[in-house]
């Protein structure tokens, strides 16, 4: 018999190709030290007496990937969704961030924040936290001990907003994360740190000109926002008249996926220009669809990325986005697209569930690596779902059973989740 070997069985859905469904009924899913080694409608000899864990008729699909979150946003969510980004920023985000120069209360809200992605579809995850160093650190220790796989950033924001959230010059915002970063260093195994400015319009050159040197020096990734607000767009323009647009501020400081792996969030108003560079530098997008929606920023043309071959995601950006579920947004990103499709441009026909299902694990999971998928190779995230709440009164394919369960799904149809091969849930809670 060999070590280290896990076989999971049930009904497989999973999308190598955008899409596309991949479905076994009933089959065997066999990974070695975390590795998936194949799918199997019967299970080859080689593994007889290898013990099998048999989840019956549930559904059996990749962890799903969060590109784009705000951990400390997270106690705010559903809040003040009748204002447009900036304004919202004002009242609700910056008030609320600064609260985690609070250990106490960090730990107590990070602790919730954990527990409840934990029980959620997400296995990975791109998250902002704060300005703060501690409460950074609290929330790093309470994901690795979770189990999820995460990068977390340390905000830099040194301009544009109160002088009780706001780092005091470029030098002491860069000196901080360096102060994190040696920190981190062997600390982690599941958590990594991204670095985060915040956008444009809170980062001066002179920081962004430390982040380029702090990358350089820790081959970090990178995440921020990109043209999310029409309001923001200009607000860019006047800042950085230079840029020939938003993305060429980062791209100016090697924040913009030639130098460092980057992830954007948004890309509503993203022009052709600007989403040519996206694709030449390989830049990910994060598409936000409930975020986009609560804040009035429109609907971003996710057909077109797809076109273009642009890599592209799903982010639940909590708190813009009132859930943290990635089924939501799923189901978000359908609809948004029809909207966008008969109300702006017929040109851009709407998507699939099986193109979202492709967005939420291999799409956003290759920001991760070999991720999202049940090929040979990939590292076995899953999530075993019963769908059996969902009476039918006719037999469903695998394919049906998973789009309805875009639209229908509940917190107690998550029945168990595997991180790297390991079991996290329902056990790991902080």
Partial sequence: MEKNVLILKGDLCY???LGEWDTIEQGYLVCKDGVIIGVYSKLPKRWNGCPVTDYGHA??????????????????RG?????????????????????????????????????????????????????????????????EKSGLCTMVGKVNMDRNAPVYYQEENARKSAGSTREWLEHCRNRYSNTQPILTPRFIPACSNELLEELQLIQEEYGIPVQSHLSEN?????????????????????????????????????????????????????????????????????IAPVRRFLEMGIRTGLGSDVAGGASESIFTAMMHAIQASKLRWRLLEDSLRPLTASE???????????FFGKVGSFEPGYELDVLVLDDSRIPAQEGLSIEQRMERFIYLHQEQDL???YVRGRKVYPSNKP
Wanted: glycine share 6%.
């Fill in 230 to 298: 029409v309001e923001e767009i200009q607000w860019v323009k006047e800042l950085c008249p230079e840029a020939e647009f938003y993305g060429d501020a980062y791209d100016r400081f090697g924040l913009f996926g030639r130098q460092a792996k980057t992830v954007m969030a948004h890309c509503v108003h993203s022009g052709e220009q600007e989403l040519e560079r996206i694709r030449e530098n390989g830049v990910f997008l994060a598409h936000c669809p409930e975020s986009n929606m609560n804040l009035s920023s429109g």
């Fill in 356 to 366: 979202v299902f492709y967005l939420a694990t291999k799409g956003g999971g290759a």
């Fill in 15 to 17: 999308s190598s190709v």
């Fill in 79 to 143: 809040l003040h969704m009748d204002l447009e980004l900036l304004k919202w920023l004002e009242v609700n985000t910056f008030p609320a961030e600064a609260k985690y120069a609070d250990l106490t209360y960090a730990k107590e809200a990070y602790r919730r924040f954990v527990n409840r992605m934990l029980a959620s579809g997400t296995t990975r995850a791109c998250v902002f936290a704060s300005i703060h160093v501690p409460a950074t650190e609290v929330l790093m220790d309470l994901l």
């Fill in 59 to 76: 559904l059996l699909i990749p962890g799903l990937v969060d590109l784009h979150m705000h951990a400390p946003q997270y106690t705010y």
């Fill in 415 to 417: 029945v168990a989740k």
